[in-house]
């Protein structure tokens, strides 16, 4: 069973658009999450995490968090196409001891 | 303000030479972890270290791969007798803490192609 699922997309949106991106994970016991972002050829980089169940805003971003649907997402408002990469969803699980988990990504293209 | 360094940028090997990747974390970090990313998939998580100590190599292929991280110096990712399958992107992360609310910085990544 797979830990951290993610729609592969793409996801395309228009400029302005909210793009909204989702993630379900495998362990209830999970307590950190974390957004990603990752541009073509480059490395991952945080978008922002969330611990406590409700939202958390970030200037355009929220990240949104149920742990008993087992179920995290991110809001981008306002798309812009410097948006348009693939969104990493990342969960702290002991079901894989003490490493930081990854979904396989979630590909944003932001249409102008 | 250095982030964390890996080297090299790209490395291309011939099948069944070793390749070495090299990570030293951000300046006050002492947790390393490396990830694999094979073409179009996701990080998968190979090895978590601290100074001295392999503390998780639940991730790492049981033959040809090793790693360390010793008391002076980088981090180091062994991969031994190369095979084509190994060519993807190594990423390296560090953090100040360890596992569970800790945010990993990334490195920009060891690219290995294996000819």
């Known amino acids: 069973q797979k830990e951290v699922e993610q729609n592969s997309g793409p996801l395309s949106v228009p400029e302005g658009a909210i793009a909204s991106l989702n993630c379900t994970y495998s362990?209830?016991?999970?307590?950190?999450f974390f957004w990603y972002r990752q541009y073509s050829g480059k490395s991952p980089e945080l978008i922002m995490f969330?611990?406590?169940?409700g939202d958390k805003e970030d200037g355009r971003f929220t990240a949104q968090l149920n742990k008993a649907s087992q179920y995290v997402s991110l809001l981008i408002r306002d798309s812009q196409p410097s948006d348009s990469a693939t969104y990493l969803c990342?969960?702290?699980?002991?079901?894989?001891?003490?490493?930081?988990?990854f979904g396989k990504g979630t590909t944003l293209s932001v249409s102008s | 303000n250095a982030g964390v360094m890996q080297n090299p940028r790209h490395l291309v090997r011939r099948r069944g030479q070793e390749a070495r990747l090299r990570c030293s974390p951000m300046?006050?970090?002492?947790?390393v972890y490396w990830y694999r990313q094979l073409p179009e998939e996701g990080l998968k998580f190979m090895v978590y270290?601290?100074?001295?100590?392999?503390?998780?190599e639940s991730g790492m292929p049981k033959e040809r791969f090793s790693a360390e991280f010793p008391k002076e110096g980088p981090s180091i990712l062994r991969i031994q007798q190369v095979v084509r399958g190994d060519s993807a992107a190594y990423f390296c992360?560090?953090?100040?803490?360890?596992?569970?609310?800790?945010?990993?910085?990334f490195g920009a990544g060891s690219r290995l192609t294996v000819l």
């Open positions: 992360a560090s953090s100040g803490r360890g596992s569970g609310a800790n945010v990993l910085t």
């Open positions: 362990d209830r016991g999970s307590q950190s």
């Open positions: 969330i611990y406590s169940n």
């Open positions: 990342a969960v702290w699980t002991n079901q894989a001891g003490t490493a930081l988990i």
């Open positions: 300046k006050g970090h002492s947790h």
């Open positions: 270290l601290q100074k001295e100590n392999i503390i998780d």
